[in-house]
């Protein structure tokens, strides 16, 4: 199939769930956690895929709003680079490239008690997967090594 054998609707309605998770990106890249909050369903949940399958439950809207605040504090220098985006008409797929200087702690809920500043230089590379629905996302799925991060981090056991 060629890109000229889509209808004008087919490809309409690829825009909005798109759109939405463009938004999103841009949020995060600018360090806007209650921008990137405005982009999420009431029943969103956040998957993060690095843990036991069993173990690790979705984060729920709420978590998720606490959350990416802590992290954007924790570094202030960060950039967060899309490189890589494929998308239908509910599901997109964003490949990326965080990069950040741990010059702040990170408190609660990402570590407890808190990681003091490192001043250490991350980078890490990741995959997100946003489903999207009535203009909002109900769900993003994120793969990443945290093996990686821990150690960019000087996280010991």
């Not at 309409?12 to 798109?18: F, Q, R, S």
């Not at 890249?29 to 439950?57: C, I, K, S």
């Not at 769900?139 to 996280?155: I, P, S």
């Amino acid at each position: 199939m060629h890109a000229d054998d889509h209808t004008v609707a087919e490809i309409a309605a690829v825009v909005p769930a798109l759109e939405v998770v463009a938004g999103y990106s841009a949020a995060l890249a600018a360090g806007d956690a209650q921008q990137m909050a405005t982009r999420l369903a009431p029943e969103f949940r956040l998957d993060w895929v690095h843990g036991d399958a069993f173990e690790n439950q979705p984060l729920s809207r709420e978590e998720t709003n606490q959350f990416w605040p802590s992290w954007l504090a924790g570094f202030p220098e960060m950039d967060y680079e899309v490189t890589r985006t494929v998308a239908g008409e509910t599901v997109c797929v964003v490949q990326w490239t965080f990069t950040g200087v741990h010059a702040a702690p990170l408190k609660p809920p990402i570590f407890d008690p808190p990681l003091n500043a490192t001043n250490r230089v991350i980078r890490l590379r990741g995959v997100s997967i946003y489903d999207v629905a009535g203009g909002l996302i109900q769900r993003e799925t994120t793969y990443l090594d945290l093996a990686t991060l821990m150690v960019e981090l000087g996280v010991r056991p």
